[in-house]
């Protein structure tokens, strides 16, 4: 019984390691994109429908006393002239996708003490992950103006107005040389 025991042990061993690293969406820096991302902040999950920019999004009216709608917004997207970048908030999460950068963005929205909020979560860009915030502010005439910065500060993606997307997105423009 003993050698059944230690040669089924790294077997056992193997299992319990990768259901608990894949047990959030995988080996990497957060999953889902929020799991280490708000600790690495030091932020706190919040309901997208209390920002700033809540006007801009489709939150439901709070009914009562109640605040803003914990389960955010339901699906709300937004693209840059050239169609090159697209916004989709979805409830409190956001994903953005810039096309000729070939890089994808997602994130919780989330607050944190000394600071603005924004969303918290992972980039990736040529197979790497790297923690990010994106910042979200309103920008007219009803669109908004967004930025996102490595967890360094570092601006992977400077200041950019977003319209509205219609039902459709439009066909990106090529990308530049």
């Not at 908004?144 to 319209?163: K, M, P």
Request: hydrophobic residues 45%; glycine residues 16%; negative net charge.
């Amino acid at each position: 019984m003993r050698v059944l025991l230690v040669r089924g042990w790294p077997a056992w061993v193997a299992a319990l390691w990768l259901a608990l690293a894949t047990g959030c969406g995988g080996v990497g820096i957060g999953g889902t994109g929020t799991g280490a991302a708000f600790p690495a902040f030091e932020a706190s999950p919040a309901p997208v429908c209390g920002s700033d920019f809540a006007d801009r999004l489709d939150c439901p009216a709070p009914s009562g006393v109640q605040g803003p709608a914990p389960v955010g917004t339901p699906v709300v997207r937004f693209v840059d002239a050239a169609g090159v970048l697209v916004l989709e908030v979805d409830g409190n999460d956001v994903r953005l996708d810039a096309s000729c950068l070939r890089l994808h963005f997602d994130g919780g929205y989330g607050t944190r003490s000394g600071a603005a909020p924004a969303f918290f979560g992972t980039y990736v860009i040529d197979g790497a992950e790297s923690l990010a915030a994106l910042a979200v502010q309103k920008a007219d005439p009803s669109g908004l103006s967004i930025e996102l910065r490595d967890i360094g500060g570092q601006v992977i993606i400077g200041s950019t107005t977003l319209q509205r997307a219609p039902a459709t997105l439009p066909t990106p423009q090529p990308c530049g040389g």
